[in-house]
């Protein structure tokens, strides 16, 4: 292994889903790799076998695939982004550095403990959990915080012998000095010795602790450059202190601003709950059978059992207590009976959402760094594609202080992207991507209908901010005709009003519209175009009844994709419906 060459990793905890945080980090560590034409690895940090899980893995493999963050070093993949359409290979170990598993490297640990140990700078302490308590509560009442040190008169051998026999945990035994971090985005950060406890190295069940198995896998897998947020800040000082106790290398340190949401909170997957929550409340609900009222019908079976899950008294607690939190699947649960979307959170969340991984990575990138660079019109360049990104990274531009997550500005650059960069045929490709992932009912129409959906597609990305966006302005045609009610607003001002009425013209247009052949958008195009000119009326007197007729609002795409999409016999028992419904 070149000795000069940059080496950056990512190294999630498989408890949940990969968070947008994460996300940002993995993206910085690849980029960061990618332009010192150094190498990327990920590393799964497993060691909390009862938080972690197989699945949680695997989950944030594939989200970092989708997002296009490919890695040279780490666990074996093969994503088909859910679709068994383009499989992309990422990882692998040629540098024989693996296994890229925490919870499969537990022997790798063994010899760094015993140096320790034997250098008498780890040390075994049996202390209970009800004696750490009571350490804890006793600063507490000194108003002081608690720092656990080994005891002066500490003797290593007797502990030594005793932990031959007794549960123990291993401690560091921190060198009574300040630690400075080195840091490339907050430049140098003292912890005084008088903050820094002997902390637990190894866990009473023998697993390293976090802290332990990052030191000692970063120096084994050769990293150098360590990029992670803000948050890890305060774990710096015990990673050297590790480092220097077993004479490995400092790698350098770059830690990032947290995220936060534009209310001036940490975005966070409370906000999820916390946004349930002040729906129910706003919604005047206090009983779980009102929410249970409140769903959807197509989605009934499957959520009134999770409602089930709770009762009316927990229901109370909850909104009382803004700490208490819901389950995942109850939280959506809630939002689905109120109709209410939860704020993105999770990769997953934005990728069900519809936005393009390129985008989001996009908008990920500017969360506190800049490319620094202006565009020809003076204004500061923030729209930039993965290879940009690879060739234009670093940490001088990352900045201090927190940044903000903007809704309304990603939304905008999906749009931008939706609507202005992406041919029909690509975004094609991705909306189906999407669809067999998200969206059964429109992916059945790329498969069966190709004519309906090359129609859908054309009709819906000229308008569209998002793929999810896309399709549910196209939601009229996945409808039955009898579920359509009619907005009012629309109704009155154009059918129920003028001479001849909208009502009358539509009767007269039903027939016409009979012999339209073949039922394609610019023959119904044409078709409605002589119809207005034979009749002299403006297209609006035949467009704004249709489109109500069609789909009982005033918007939807053009007519002749409108049309075509709802299909000729539909289109004519729709409009017989509307014609009886509202002459009554
Ligand atoms: N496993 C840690 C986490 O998910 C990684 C922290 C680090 O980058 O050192 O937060």
Redesign the pocket.
């Given at each position: 292994m070149a000795q000069d060459q940059v080496i950056t990793r990512f190294?999630?905890?498989p408890t949940g889903h990969l968070h947008i945080g994460g996300a940002r980090t993995a993206l910085f560590c690849w980029a960061f790799a990618r332009k010192h034409d150094g190498r990327f690895l990920l590393r799964i940090?497993d060691t909390d076998q009862a938080r972690s899980s197989e699945d949680a893995a695997k989950g944030i493999l594939e989200d970092l695939a989708w997002l296009g963050i490919t890695w040279d070093d780490g666990p074996d993949f093969t994503s088909d982004g859910g679709t068994g359409v383009t499989p992309v290979r990422v990882g692998g170990d040629p540098r024989n550095i693996g296994p890229f598993y925490q919870s499969q490297r537990h022997d790798i640990y063994n010899p760094y403990f015993e140096q320790l140990l034997d250098a008498g700078v780890a040390f075994p302490a049996f202390d209970t959990p009800e004696q750490l308590t009571a350490m804890r509560k006793a600063a507490e009442s000194e108003k002081r915080s608690f720092i656990y040190r080994r005891a002066a008169d500490f003797d290593h051998a007797a502990a030594l012998e005793r932990a031959k026999t007794e549960p123990h945990v291993l401690r560091l035994h921190m060198p009574d000095t300040a630690i400075t971090v080195h840091d490339q985005v907050l430049g140098e950060v003292t912890f005084p010795h008088a903050e820094l406890d002997d902390f637990v190295i190894r866990k009473t069940d023998g697993y390293p602790t976090?802290h332990f198995a990052?030191v000692v896998d970063d120096a084994r897998m050769g990293v150098t450059h360590?990029l992670?947020g803000q948050e890890?800040l305060n774990n710096t000082p015990k990673h050297i202190a590790i480092q220097n106790a077993l004479g490995l290398p400092t790698p350098a340190y770059a830690h990032m601003p947290l995220i936060f949401n534009p209310d001036g909170t940490k975005m966070s997957k409370r906000d999820k709950d916390k946004a349930a929550k002040i729906a129910v409340k706003e919604a005047g609900i206090t009983t779980v059978a009102e929410l249970i009222d409140r769903l959807p019908q197509s989605n009934r079976a499957h959520q009134e059992p999770i409602l089930r899950t709770f009762n009316d008294t927990d229901l109370a607690a909850w909104l009382k207590d803004k700490q208490r939190q819901l389950g995942r699947d109850q939280v959506s649960a809630v939002a689905q009976a109120l109709d209410l979307t939860l704020p993105e959170i999770d990769v997953e969340d934005f990728r069900a959402a519809g936005y393009l991984p390129e985008t989001l990575c996009n908008f990920l990138a500017l969360l506190g760094w800049n490319p620094g660079i202006k565009n020809a019109d003076g204004t500061d360049l923030e729209r930039f594609d993965h290879a940009f990104l690879a060739s234009n990274f670093d940490t001088d531009r990352i900045g201090k202080t927190q940044s903000k997550f903007d809704r309304d500005k990603l939304l905008a650059f999906s749009a931008d992207t939706i609507q202005h960069t992406l041919d029909d045929a690509t975004f094609a490709t991705l909306w189906l991507e999407w669809a067999e992932r998200f969206d059964e009912a429109l992916a059945s129409w790329a498969h069966n209908d190709t004519t309906r959906w090359q129609v859908a597609v054309a009709a819906a990305r000229p308008r569209a901010k998002t793929l999810r966006d896309a399709r549910t302005a196209l939601a009229f045609a996945f409808i039955e005709t009898d579920s359509i009610t009619y907005d009012e607003k629309p109704v009155n001002k154009f059918l129920l009003k003028g001479e001849p009425t909208g009502l009358d013209t539509l009767a007269d247009l039903r027939t016409a519209i009979a012999s339209i052949d073949p039922w394609t958008p610019d023959a119904i195009d044409s078709f409605l175009q002589a119809y207005t000119q034979e009749h002299s009326i403006g297209m609006g007197k035949i467009a704004q009844p249709l489109r109500i007729a069609l789909t009982g609002t005033g918007v939807s795409p053009g007519l002749g994709h409108t049309l075509t999409l709802v299909g000729k016999e539909t289109t004519l028992a729709r409009i017989d419906r509307c014609l009886n419904t509202l002459r009554q």
């Open positions: 190294a999630p905890s940090e976090y990052v360590v992670r890890h």
